[in-house]
Nanobody, 127 residues
Framework: QVQLVESGGGSVESGGSLRLSCAAS????????MAWFRQAPGKEREGVAG???????AYAKSVMGRFTISQDNPKNTLYLQMNSLKPEDTAMYYC?????????????????????WGQGTQVTVSS
């Protein structure tokens, strides 16, 4: 059974850092795409960072240079290192995954690419 469990959210001041983790079960990383999305109150869910089956990554312009997505395959864990956090980064962050995935580039940041989703972890950045 596929399961994605996020952790690592919390409250930080502007300029601070957090690292989100997503523990994945039932996935074969070599054929999967995975990504982080976020949704703030009253806004649509947006793709933040994604990684394709070939390891290539994609980032939203708003987080480029500040956030880094990575995988630890032996541990079946996806990470999102978030540095230089801003109040506008405040949102619920979700892990998403898709097996047998051929997406790349901007497709990695589209919610329709993914069938499996975690429950989310809240990130709050105060000014």
């Amino acid at each position: 059974q596929v399961q994605l469990v996020e952790s690592g959210g919390g409250s930080v001041e502007s300029g601070g850092s957090l690292r989100l983790s997503c523990a994945a079960s039932g996935y074969i990383y070599s054929s999967s795409c995975m990504a982080w999305f976020r949704q703030a109150p009253g806004k649509e869910r947006e793709g933040v960072a994604g990684v394709g089956r070939n390891g290539r990554t994609a980032y939203a312009k708003s987080v480029m240079g500040r956030f880094t997505i990575s995988q630890d395959n032996p541990k079946n864990t996806l990470y999102l290192q978030m540095n230089s956090l801003k109040p506008e980064d405040t949102a619920m962050y979700y892990c998403a995954a898709q097996r047998m995935c051929g997406a790349y580039g901007a497709m990695l940041l589209r919610a329709l690419t993914y069938d499996d989703w975690g429950q989310g972890t809240q990130v709050t950045v105060s000014s």
